[in-house]
């Protein structure tokens, strides 16, 4: 079993819709939730940064951290065309500095 | 200013070559990290630096990957006796600190071993 599971879809939606990406994790020492967004053949682009539980808003952008339940989400609001790109959660326990990631999902937003 | 920087943008070798992979950090940024993403994955650890020291080295595959940061700046990966399955996006980032900060990325090194 793998520390981070990620579906990775594809996710394919209309534009306006709310999208929701989630992961789960097995590690209870991890402290610090990421969520990056990925363009074809790019770096990835970190969109949220989340210590421990609760929720986190940017402007379209919402991050969710159940530590209980070893489950994170993003949820994308008005979705976008430019939304169009594969999304990856990312974990580190804190002073242990490198991330692990979920493999990704590929998320289309279709005008 | 200028973000994180990888030459070349694509390599392309044959089995059993030797290839260097360079990484140029934000400056002032002094933690520098290697990851390798391959087809369909999340990117995987391979190394982080905090100055010119490895501070955790545990995700290199084996000792035919090492990666050198000599003057605390620019780092470069070395592949030795390269294998098929070292085939994948090779990306580098960096950050102001060691600490569960923002990592920037760069565009990454494709690398292809015929």
């Known amino acids: 079993q793998k520390e981070v599971e990620q579906d990775p879809g594809p996710l394919s939606v209309p534009e306006g819709a709310i999208v929701s990406l989630n992961c789960t994790y097995s590690?209870?020492?991890?402290?610090?939730f990421m969520w990056y967004r990925q363009y074809s053949r790019k770096g990835p682009e970190l969109l949220m940064y989340?210590?421990?539980?609760g929720n986190k808003e940017d402007g379209r952008f919402t991050a969710q951290v159940d530590k209980s339940s070893k489950y994170i989400s993003l949820f994308i609001r008005d979705s976008q065309p430019s939304d169009s790109a594969t999304y990856l959660c990312?974990?580190?326990?804190?002073?242990?500095?490198?991330?692990?990631f979920g493999k990704g999902t590929l998320l289309t937003v279709n005008p | 200013g200028a973000g994180v920087s990888q030459t070349p943008s694509n390599k392309v070798t044959e089995k059993g070559k030797y290839v260097e992979l360079r990484c140029d950090p934000i400056?002032?940024?002094?933690?520098l990290y290697w990851y390798r993403q391959s087809l369909g994955q999340g990117p995987e650890f391979l190394i982080y630096?905090?100055?010119?020291?490895?501070?955790?080295d545990s995700g290199l595959p084996n000792d035919r990957f090492f990666a050198v940061r000599p003057e605390g700046s620019v780092s470069t990966l070395k592949i030795q006796r390269t294998e098929r399955g070292d085939s994948a996006v090779y990306l580098c980032?960096?950050?102001?600190?060691?600490?569960?900060?923002?990592?920037?990325f760069g565009p990454g090194t494709r690398l292809t071993v015929l």
């Open positions: 980032a960096s950050s102001f600190s060691g600490g569960a900060t923002e990592q920037f």
């Open positions: 400056s002032g940024h002094t933690a």
């Open positions: 590690n209870s020492a991890f402290q610090y």
């Open positions: 989340t210590y421990s539980s």
């Open positions: 630096f905090q100055g010119t020291g490895a501070a955790d």
């Open positions: 990312a974990m580190s326990v804190g002073s242990n500095y490198k991330l692990t």
